[in-house]
């Protein structure tokens, strides 16, 4: 499987500049063709320890609403989901509302979920080497389509990967 990459920056965390930066590198690697109408994107940010947007700690809360917006524009419909691993059993909802994406996403009318509360689906990996079995957040499993966010953007399409899964 050959990876695409496409690298834009950004001047500053100003909206508009954000999801300008997002639909251009979307629109180089031809992504927008997998936000299909009704299909369900888990966008997974990176949801890390109770700091301020501008510790970068965090992913900035304008990028999630971007790719919330841009993937609704598309008809598909945005899911966001972490499991911060700061400290165990504390902090994925505190810090989605320490850094004001709670109420992006409330305003937006899209669906939080905490992969701890959750739960896990034990799955087996086809074909591994090594890691023969795992657990997977269920909202992972059941997403057409995950995005997992650091700095940059990994885009998963589980239409086509999921049969390397046997769960």
């Known amino acids: 499987m050959i990876s695409e990459v496409s690298i834009k920056k950004c ?9 300008e930066a997002i639909k251009r590198s979307l629109k180089e ?13 888990l966008l997974k940010p990176n949801l890390v320890a109770p700091r301020t947007n ?3 700690i965090n992913t900035h809360p304008f990028v999630v609403k971007a790719m919330i917006q841009i993937i609704k524009e598309k008809g598909a419909i945005p899911i ?8 165990r059993n504390c902090c994925t909802d505190y810090v989605s509302e320490y850094i004001g994406l709670k109420k992006i996403l409330d305003k937006e009318k899209v669906e939080f979920t905490n ?3 959750n739960g ?15 657990y997977i957040a269920k909202e ?28």
Not at 11 to 18: C, I, P, R
């Open 11 to 19: 001047e500053n965390y100003e909206f508009y500049k954000v999801k």
């Open 120 to 134: 896990f689906r034990k799955v087996d990996i086809l074909d591994a080497k090594y890691l023969k079995k795992a």
């Open 80 to 87: 966001v989901g972490d499991m911060s691993g700061f400290i």
């Open 140 to 167: 992972v499993l059941d997403a057409d389509i995950v995005i997992w966010r650091k700095k940059i953007f990994i885009i998963f399409n589980f239409v086509s990967n999921i049969n390397r899964f046997n769960y």
């Open 54 to 56: 501008e510790q970068a």
């Open 115 to 117: 992969f701890r509360k």
């Open 29 to 41: 690697i031809k992504a927008f063709d997998l936000f299909k109408k009704n299909k369900k994107v």
